[in-house]
């Protein structure tokens, strides 16, 4: 009885020195120690060799040691696994997992740097429905009714009624804003628009446009040449030249495209110019007096200058891409070449 207490005493003294020091040794102990052939369970099976007068005295002391030496093994254990995750299993200086922010639709881009242009110049940004009435998309704008671009051919009309159609330009827009009869007017009106054609490299259903609007008394074409001049210089760098060449719109009166000098060949003639040197980028005019009327405006005492351009076509020209269904496609090899500032 005393050899056996003496043998826990000096398991005890065993124990307290051991130094945690890895996964093995912590294995080797618990084999050693509390396994079904261990010393625990060895030093219970004794409990048949005590005197019955001392069972109740020993068995105390081999559960006290029983416990002790349990808790050591936690306590080991415990301290183990946090140590491990700081020596390396986790390694908290990996950088983490990347979050995909995506980027910019190249559309979004090049609006998004038009429109910061024209608001520079004092101009606001205005919007409005795509779905539309007749009068707002077309009669307004001094379409006359036999006018091929009413034509079914070109609009999407809405089953419902013959008066509802979607927009074909974001002219409705500035209609709707001189309607308004506040005035001066200096808008720029991006927006979706859509035409029923057959679909290719270079025509969609849909497209984007940016439209301009200035109203006020004594506003004239040197206005508009100036102000397009200064927006050209500032998107596509300060060496474009410009020039303009007599048109026809039903809603400006002159009417005119504005042409830009190539910037791929630098008008020494390419494909992307068909060899002129010149690429147009956009059509503008004064807007005609019965436009004016029909929205209220007084002709006599109000002028203004209206344009109007195709995103697609100055996105194109801008990062040389040839084929316009991309814009829709929605292939992120496309899009992923864009940057997301802006
Ligand atoms: C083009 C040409 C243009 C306009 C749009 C306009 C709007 C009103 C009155 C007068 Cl409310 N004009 N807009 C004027 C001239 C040209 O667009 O090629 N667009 C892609």
């Known amino acids: 009885m005393e050899n056996l207490l003496q043998q826990i005493e000096g398991y005890r003294q065993e124990i307290s020195s051991i130094q945690p020091n890895g996964a093995e040794t912590l294995e080797t102990y618990r084999i050693r120690f509390l396994g079904t052939k261990g010393i625990v369970k060895a030093l219970f099976g004794e409990m048949k060799n005590v005197p019955a007068e001392r069972k109740k005295e020993f068995g105390a002391i081999l559960n006290d040691f029983k416990q002790f030496a349990e808790a050591k093994y936690e306590q080991w254990k415990a301290g183990l696994t946090s140590t491990e995750e700081q020596a390396g299993s986790v390694d908290l200086t990996l950088p983490g997992d990347p979050l995909n ?133 500032e998107l596509f760098g300060r060496d474009v030249k410009i020039r303009f060449r007599p048109s026809y719109f039903p809603f400006t009166e002159p009417s005119a495209e504005m042409d830009i000098s190539c910037l791929i060949c630098n008008g020494k003639g390419c494909n992307v110019c068909k060899h002129t040197g010149w690429v147009e980028i956009l059509g503008c005019g004064m807007v005609h007096p019965q436009v004016l009327e029909n929205c209220g405006i007084d002709s006599n005492k109000y002028t203004g200058y209206a344009f109007g351009m195709g995103i697609e076509r100055i996105t194109m020209l801008k990062y040389q891409i040839n084929d316009l269904r991309l814009f829709s496609e929605n292939d992120v090899r496309f899009l992923e070449q864009f940057t997301a500032s802006l």
Not at 150 to 164: E, G, I, V
Not at 208 to 226: M, P, R, T
């Open 101 to 233: 922010v995506g980027s910019r639709h190249p559309i979004s881009l090049v609006r998004n740097e038009i429109l910061s242009i024209f608001r520079r110049l004092g101009f606001s940004v205005a919007e409005g429905p795509e779905i539309e009435d007749d009068w707002h998309n077309f009669t307004a704008l001094n379409l006359p009714e036999n006018h091929p671009a009413r034509d079914m051919q070109d609009t999407f009309y809405l089953h419902r009624s013959p008066d509802w159609l979607l927009r074909t330009h974001t002219s409705n827009v500035q209609i709707r804003e001189m309607e308004k009869g506040k005035l001066p007017i200096r808008i720029v009106n991006p927006g979706r628009v859509y035409r029923n054609e057959t679909i290719s490299a270079r025509a969609h259903c849909f497209f984007h446009q940016v439209e301009g609007l200035y109203i006020d008394e004594h506003v004239s074409f040197a206005d508009l040449k100036q102000t397009l001049y200064f927006f050209v210089q």
